[in-house]
């Protein structure tokens, strides 16, 4: 039975939970992880005074349900383990976590999956601006792990991101991929302004209709790729949906950005 958190909460101003992972209160009783120490704005809460708990935190996972469109930092920095959300997210959902999964059945915020070191995040919805990306100042974003979003996404998805896998359902807004150091990323919908600015390397797929691309970016070849093919058929096999057009497609792809050196690519629907 997992640990079951029910949100009670009555208000507009921000609730985060950092640090309230099924790593971290393995072992606990429910009356300590009531007493948790989270945020209201800035001021100091108990997990209590927003969330009714029950159920068993020995085994590993959390069930949260409620509106938690105002709840934030949810899975920050897990390790192990695994979190379903029955209902809206807040923004840093699985920030920095380091393994374990995370399933949203709604939307969620900004900074989904921030500078992520392991682990699988798939939101059922759509997600806000900057999912897996880079926060402000770092030299890196996203280095490992999975994120999977079946709807659109706001701008910056992938900044700065070193390695994983991040996937989108729908849409994506401007500059997906701006400043990639390395990586998969591949958007099934349409895509904004601006793809691939300042990328290093790695691979951005971009299938729906194809968005102007900078000067900065060569034609290469038309091409059948196999390890596409091998990308699209491992996101089915994490439950994502892939339409069968895109396991036969031809592609087009095309090198950049030369401004930084021209060792990555932008792979389009031919």
């Known amino acids: 039975m997992a640990l079951k958190l ?19 209160v393995r072992g ?24 009714d708990v029950s159920g068993e935190p020995g085994d590993g996972c959390f069930q949260l349900e409620g509106d938690l469109a105002g709840v934030h930092w949810i899975g920050a920095g897990m390790v192990e ?13 699985g920030s920095e976590m380091r393994g374990g999964t995370i399933h949203c059945h709604g939307d969620a915020g900004g900074w989904a999956g921030a500078e992520m070191r392991g682990g699988l995040i798939h939101i059922h919805g759509s997600a806000g601006h900057l999912v897996g990306a880079a ?7 996203m280095t490992a792990g999975v994120i999977l979003v079946d709807g659109d996404v706001g701008n910056e998805l992938g900044h700065t991101m070193r390695r994983g896998l991040i996937a989108v359902g729908g849409a994506c807004g401007d500059m997906v991929g701006f400043n990639m150091i390395a990586g998969n990323l591949y958007v099934l919908g349409s895509a904004g302004i601006r793809p691939g600015a300042g990328m290093r390397r790695g691979t951005i797929g971009l299938f729906g209709d194809e968005p102007p691309l900078l000067l900065t970016f060569r034609r290469g070849t ?19 949906a892939v339409d069968d057009q895109l ?15 021209g060792r990555g690519e932008i792979v389009v629907r031919a």
Request: glycine content about 12%; aromatic content about 12%.
């Open 6 to 24: 029910s949100y009670t909460g009555q208000t507009s101003i921000p609730v985060e939970i950092e640090g309230l992972t099924p790593d971290k």
């Open 28 to 51: 606990q009783s429910l009356a300590e992880i009531e007493r948790f120490e989270i945020f209201h704005g800035n001021r100091k809460a108990a997990l209590a005074d927003f969330f």
């Open 81 to 93: 383990g695994q979190i379903r959300i029955e209902g809206h997210a807040g923004r840093h959902l």
């Open 135 to 141: 926060y402000r100042g770092s030299a890196r974003g």
């Open 222 to 240: 038309t091409y059948q790729p196999l390890y596409l093919r091998l990308a699209l058929l491992q996101l089915r096999q994490h439950g994502f």
């Open 247 to 261: 396991l036969d497609a031809s592609y087009v792809n095309y090198h950049g950005d030369f401004l930084e050196g």
